[in-house]
């Protein structure tokens, strides 16, 4: 097997786990989003056992308890906004044959900067709602966690663009 094979079965393996990760997290956020819609409508209440408990234990209110919901939600849309645009490159990757394109790094940098601008957005907007339900000791989310992975992305991407160079000489 010739190392643009495995690379190739990576790859293909990277896409399946990045649709598997699309799937949970947009599941998620529509599950934390009409959680939120619920507890906001009243339909649930800390009457509901588990939500008793969780208001009890944790100290929350109806209106906090909603903040917090919308607020993962928010965070796992961004999560599986960047998981789509990752299926996305893996799939153009896996039919182009080789990651090693112009086309492909262009992608990848695109994926890089997108990394980046969505994780600090989707900080800034957790971080609003946590700001203001009164609970921003709650929210342990930074916005290193996408950016570093962003720029990992981008100087992957110059890799990548450099092996294109490469083909092309060869």
């Known amino acids: 097997m010739s190392q643009l ?5 990576g790859m293909n ?4 786990l990045a649709k598997i990760l699309m799937v ?19 339909v649930l209440n800390t009457e509901n056992q588990f939500l008793h408990f969780l208001s009890n234990t944790a100290g ?14 928010a965070s796992l849309l961004a999560g599986g ?5 990752a299926v996305r490159y893996f799939a153009a990757e896996q039919r182009e044959g080789t990651p090693f394109t112009n086309a492909g ?3 990848i940098r695109r994926l890089g900067i997108l ?6 957005v989707s900080v800034c907007i957790t971080d609003g709602i946590y700001e203001a339900l009164g609970l921003a000791e709650w929210n342990k989310i930074d916005g290193v966690g996408g950016v570093l ?5 981008i100087l992957l991407a110059m890799v990548f663009r450099y092996g294109a160079e490469l083909e092309q000489k060869g």
Do not use: F, H, N, W
């Open 24 to 42: 949970i997290a947009y599941v998620g956020a529509a599950l934390t989003l009409a959680g939120g819609i619920l507890v906001a409508a009243g």
């Open 60 to 73: 929350v209110g109806k209106k906090q308890l909603t903040g917090i919901l919308i607020a993962e939600a």
């Open 115 to 120: 990394t980046i601008i969505v994780s600090l």
């Open 105 to 107: 790094a262009d992608r």
């Open 5 to 9: 094979e495995k690379i190739q079965k």
């Open 149 to 153: 992975p962003g720029i990992c992305l």
């Open 81 to 85: 906004i960047l998981a789509t645009y």
């Open 13 to 16: 393996v990277l896409q399946i």
